[in-house]
């Protein structure tokens, strides 16, 4: 399969080599293989799988039926993943797909930061610290007066950070634990603690 769903547990360190590094552990697994459907381009089948159980009363009907129809409790978090191997209906599998991989990548919803000043959110240079200046952490001169008489699209300003879709890529395999579904990847993933995050092996995802 081609990467699985999981859900960020937290940091942890291991040692290696007497160094100390630091990783981030994912339950990752097990998923449900729910649905199968060929895919035109490369002739790979295309699962859609489902992790985490949930009440029947925070289903919809929809997928109460699809649920009913593989014989399995609903499951809160769906993805769809290519596969070269077959699946069966209503089979899972766990964390197991990546003890031989050394690399993986991650994809999650990093933390939001609600409303953020342009100096935090772009990183952008503080005003003066003298006494009496009222312009210490703002955006500054945002453009021309006469002309061309607008803000250029793309201006840092103050706004909305976080909570957007980021995906990181080359994160070494640390730790495969297959009786706790545990994964243990070296340095940080996207999200904050009990988010949803999808891992995907490095080698299937270059074609």
């Not at 014989?71 to 290519?82: D, H, M, N, S």
């Not at 899972?92 to 930061?113: C, H, L, W």
């Not at 201006?155 to 009786?179: A, Y």
Request: glycine share 12%; net charge positive; charged share 25%.
């Amino acid at each position: 399969m081609q990467g699985i769903i999981g859900k960020k547990i937290g940091m942890s360190a291991l040692y290696q080599n007497g160094v100390r590094v630091p990783v981030s552990l994912i339950l990752a697994g097990p998923c449900t293989v729910l649905q199968k459907k060929p895919s035109p381009k490369n002739g790979k089948s295309v699962y859609l799988v489902g992790f985490e159980e949930k009440l029947e009363k925070r289903t919809r009907k929809p997928e109460i039926g699809l649920f009913k129809k593989v014989q399995v409790k609903p499951l809160a978090f769906l993805k769809e993943f290519k596969s070269e191997s077959e699946y069966q209906i209503g089979q899972q599998y766990d964390v197991s797909i990546f003890e031989n991989e050394k690399m993986v990548k991650v994809t999650g919803i990093s933390k939001g930061r609600g409303f953020i000043g342009a100096v935090k959110r772009f990183n952008k240079t503080i005003g003066p610290q003298s006494h009496g200046n009222t312009t210490k952490r703002a955006p500054g001169s945002l453009g021309n007066r006469s002309f061309p008489g607008w803000v250029f699209k793309g201006k840092p300003l103050p706004g909305h950070m976080g909570d957007v879709q980021v995906t990181i890529q080359h994160l070494k395999v640390m730790r495969v634990n297959k009786e706790k579904n545990l994964l243990a990847l070296e340095g940080s993933v996207p999200g904050a603690n009990q988010g949803i995050v999808y891992i995907y092996k490095n080698t299937i995802n270059k074609n």
